[in-house]
Structure formats: C-alpha cells, structure tokens
Antibody
Framework: EVQLVESGGGLVQPGGSLRLSCAAS????????MNWVRQAPGKGPQWLSY????????HYADSVKGRFTISRDNARSALFLQMNSLRAEDTAVYYC??????????WGQGTLVTVSS | EIVMTQSPATLSVSPGERATLSCRAS??????LAWYLQRPGQAPRLLIY???TRATGIPARFSGSGSGTEFTLTISSLQSEDFAVYYC??????????FGQGTKVEVK
C-alpha cells in the first residue's frame, strides 16, 4: 500500500523557517518525481514545487521561488521542503503528492503550517 | 498559467439524485483533466483522470466527460459519502499544474 506521511508543520512567526518532511513507503520511491502542494483554508490546492526522481531537476511556483527549497533522500525514501522567510499567506496545509502521467495519484494526509505573530 | 473555473460553487442535492459539476479551462488542456474528491480533514482523492477514466476503486456512479476547455463530472445517484468538495485539475501544462476553486456538494 502506498503511504505518504508528512511531518514538521507548526506555528511559526513571520520571517521564520520550517522544514517539512514526507516519509514514503509502499512503492519504489526513487522511480517517481515528487511534489509539494498546499491548500489554504477554504481554497483549492496549489502546486508549489517538483523534484525529479534523481534530484536532477527542480521546479517552483513563482510564489515560493527563492524562499523554498525541495530536496529528497532516495536511500531513506524521504522528501523535504525547506521553507524560509515565511509569510502570513503561506499559512496552509502542506501535502506531499506523487506525480503520475495522470495527475497526482497519491497524497499524504497533510501537515498544517501557520504563520502568525 | 491555466486558470480552472468550476461551477457552481455549491450544489444542493438530495441523496439518490444526480449531480452535475462543471469545469472550464482558460485554454485547451486536451484530455489532461482530473477530478478529485475531498472530505473534511482529508487529502484530495483522485476520482477521474484523462477526463473520463475512473481511478482504481472508484464506483461506476462517477463519470467524467469533455475535452479541450469544457469538462463535466456526473454523479449518477448521490450516496451519503459523496457529499464533499470536488476539484478539477489540469495536468497539461507541466509542471504548473493547476486546480479549480472547488464545488461543494451538500445535502438538500
């Protein structure tokens, strides 16, 4: 069974940093590109970042470019998102999601990030 | 960026009745369109991909249609577990895949 489990969310002040993790199991993690997607309260999901299976390619949404960094450790089947210079508008539930030729076929349960003073 | 627009924002339907949800793309996405269901406190779940193909384990009461810029999700006979929020999602413009703002299906 495919499982994606996020962790690392919490309350942080504006300008602060957080590092999210996603532990993957049940599939050959090193064969798949992975994504971070977030969902603000009452809004639709928003793609944030993608990393290729071997980490050779990364992409970011304009809203997080230069502030967030995606990485992965295939030996540990883990995905990460380093978030710096956090803003109030970054408040959301953050999901890791597996990319397939047909969209995001598996999602984690999400971790809540709240940016507030 | 391809903008996805869903209508209506809220759909009030009685259990057992049919529900029809619409999604429009700001430019053609071919058949690279998926639908997701999201229940409160849960992650989105893939229902339909390729505009009309049901994902693994999805009941036959869910069907999708359309291509290009106009898409429809139909739920033939609403069950209690179907009352949720539905999102359409285009995966034609990689990696900038985008979602609609959602349609909430509520009990009438």
């Amino acid at each position: 069974e495919v499982q994606l489990v996020e962790s690392g969310g919490g309350l942080v002040q504006p300008g602060g940093s957080l590092r999210l993790s996603c532990a993957a199991s049940g599939f050959p993690f090193s064969n798949y590109g992975m994504n971070w997607v977030r969902q603000a309260p009452g809004k639709g999901p928003q793609w944030l970042s993608y990393i290729s299976s071997g980490s050779s390619a990364t992409h970011y949404a304009d809203s997080v470019k230069g502030r967030f960094t995606i990485s992965r450790d295939n030996a540990r089947s883990a995905l990460f998102l380093q978030m710096n210079s956090l803003r109030a508008e970054d408040t959301a539930v953050y999901y890791c999601a597996r990319a397939s030729p047909n969209g995001y076929d598996y999602w984690g349960q999400g971790t809540l990030v709240t940016v507030s003073s | 960026e391809i903008v996805m627009t869903q209508s209506p924002a809220t759909l009030s339907v009685s259990p057992g009745e049919r529900a029809t949800l619409s999604c429009r793309a700001s430019q053609s996405v071919g058949s690279n369109l998926a639908w997701y269901l999201q229940r409160p406190g849960q992650a989105p779940r893939l229902l339909i991909y390729g505009a009309s193909t049901r994902a693994t384990g999805i009941p036959a009461r869910f069907s999708g249609s359309g291509s290009g810029t106009e898409f429809t999700l139909t739920i033939s006979s609403l069950q209690s577990e179907d009352f949720a929020v539905y999102y359409c999602h285009q995966y034609n413009n990689w990696p900038l895949w985008t979602f609609g703002q959602g349609t909430k299906v509520e009990v009438k």
